[in-house]
């Protein structure tokens, strides 16, 4: 069958009453799946679709209810362990780095054997090492199994989102991935309150018990989500081509062109004269939103304390507040992202967060810390949305998941590892986080001038249709 030979939605235009064709002997064995064919056509939302994006945001929702429970149990760790705090931050960054590692590690593999059956390992591995955690009896047991679900959580976002932009129809790709990325925020308030019920009854350890019910998930995947029509079309191409090779068969110079660059999935290929300018505008814009919620994100909580004299529980609360105004700022980004395009998104959800933020750096007393605050979230965090969305588009199949992994890894790299030194160091030297968090609007604000001057427009395109 001819290489371009394809499902009605997946790189071929087609009206909705064109009937699915296969692409090969391994899509043949799907299409038997109602499930596979519900998600190889564009066309309808079908109850396939929501379960794969259920499963997607139940994943960021539980990621986000891992990082809080983690930073939220930290004091308790501390004391039962007896750590001074260069140990007890010797640890989380071990950890970070082993996440890191689970950014590429994770997206790598999905290229070769694809996303569903990977993405249910990943779930089952993270929910079921949360218990070792929890019976740690020291504090290198515990580091090592934390370790182990911080490489897990890290890939699990990663495939769950190439899973979702793979298979929802191209017109609400950015609004579902949107509204998965938001549950993030909604996981992370979550844990604040089961961790002060469990924990105040039952200690630290009970709230990393509790994840386990994830496991379950990763039974849902397995069920009831397909494996993407994008990568078991770009795989029967694949096997086809290599076929006719071993044959001693001509074939097209598409064919041997595309072939070059899809036979081995690798690094390599994200800087291929083809593909310069994507990988170096997705790892811009991973970066700088790491970036951002690295110096602000994290710190906000001791800046509040030092230069306006809040006691744990209120900037607690405020936290809370303002990562669930974020969530409709998410939301209501990917509505924009769709509607409008991603580049209105980015600078929308920038110019708005670079502004407020600012205000809010210089404002005093609780009423505009708070108004202002809800306000600079919305921008602040709602960028997230279009920005998983924008990683996805900028890959094409063949290397999706190579791309993703290295943009984010390089990302949580810079913004998580290295940048932490500089807004320390600027604490340090100027005497408060003013100067550190006054860097951010600038930073958005050219981020998006980036984008609106430099960036392709990918919204509403079929992702054969971005890539070949």
Known sequence: MSSTTLAPGIGAPADAATPLAAGGPLEERHMQSAAYRNAAQQHTVTRTHWHIAWANGLGWGFDGMDGAIFGLVAPLVIAEYALTLPQYRSGVQIAMLVGIIGLYAWPWLADRVGRRNLLAVNIA?????????A???????????YCVVRFALNGEWAIGSMLVAETWPARLRGRILSANRAAWGV???????????VVGDWGWRAAFVLPVVVALLAVYVRMLCPESPYWVRTTDRKRRIRAELAAGRAITPEDRAWFGKADKVGIRQLFLP?????????????????????????WMPLFLKEAHGWSTTEYSTFYIAWSLIGVAGIAGAGWIADLFGRRLSFVIMLVQGAAFLTLWIYAEGKVALWSLGMLWSIGFLGIWGPATTYTAEMYPTRVRGVGNGFSWGI????GLVLWPFVSVWLRESSGSFHTAFLLIPVFMLAQAAVMWWFSPENAGKDLDAIHV
């Open 274 to 298: 083809d593909m310069r300018r994507n990988t170096a505008l997705a790892t811009f814009v991973a970066t700088a939103n790491i970036v951002a919620f690295s110096t602000v994100g994290l």
């Open 411 to 414: 990302a949580f790299f810079v």
């Open 187 to 197: 996981g992370a308030a979550l844990a604040g309150t089961i961790t002060a019920v």
């Open 125 to 133: 591995m993270f929910s079921l090492m949360m218990p070792l955690v």
């Open 135 to 145: 019976i740690a009896p020291n504090f290198g047991f515990f580091v090592a199994a």
